[in-house]
């Protein structure tokens, strides 16, 4: 790899990440019950107890990191299956 690409794929790289933050925020904010960013931060930070703080401590924080990691298993999977048959259109059904 040519050191001179080095900086481009480290600024798509914290451009991935910095998205990803963006969206989980955006995750756990909205919902059925909209809660402000604000209460978002005082439910992880300083639990009370009340019905918003357990809206996002038991429910959508759990939605959002299972749904994030499911999604690099199901990237790694495909990027896997790919490497694996050697063709950059492989699907998950060329296997069965």
């Given at each position: 790899?040519p050191t001179?690409?080095?900086?481009?794929?480290?600024?798509i790289l914290?451009g991935?990440?910095?998205?990803?933050?963006?969206?989980?925020?955006?995750?756990?904010?909205?919902?059925?019950?909209?809660?402000?960013p604000?209460e978002?931060?005082?439910?992880l930070?300083?639990?009370?107890?009340?019905?918003e703080?357990?809206?996002?401590?038991d429910?959508?924080?759990?939605?959002t990191?299972?749904?994030i990691?499911?999604?690099?298993?199901?990237g790694?999977?495909?990027?896997l299956?790919q490497?694996l048959?050697?063709?950059?259109?492989?699907?998950?059904?060329?296997?069965?």
């Open positions: 790899m001179a690409e080095l900086p481009r794929q480290v600024a914290a991935s990440v910095a998205l990803l933050v963006v969206a989980a925020g955006a995750s756990v904010s909205i919902g059925a019950h909209a809660i402000p604000a978002v931060w005082r439910a930070t300083d639990y009370a107890g009340t019905d703080h357990l809206i996002v401590r429910i959508r924080i759990p939605r990191v299972i749904g990691c499911v999604g690099a298993a199901l790694t999977a495909g990027a299956i490497a048959t050697r063709n950059p259109l492989a699907e998950p059904g060329i296997l069965g």
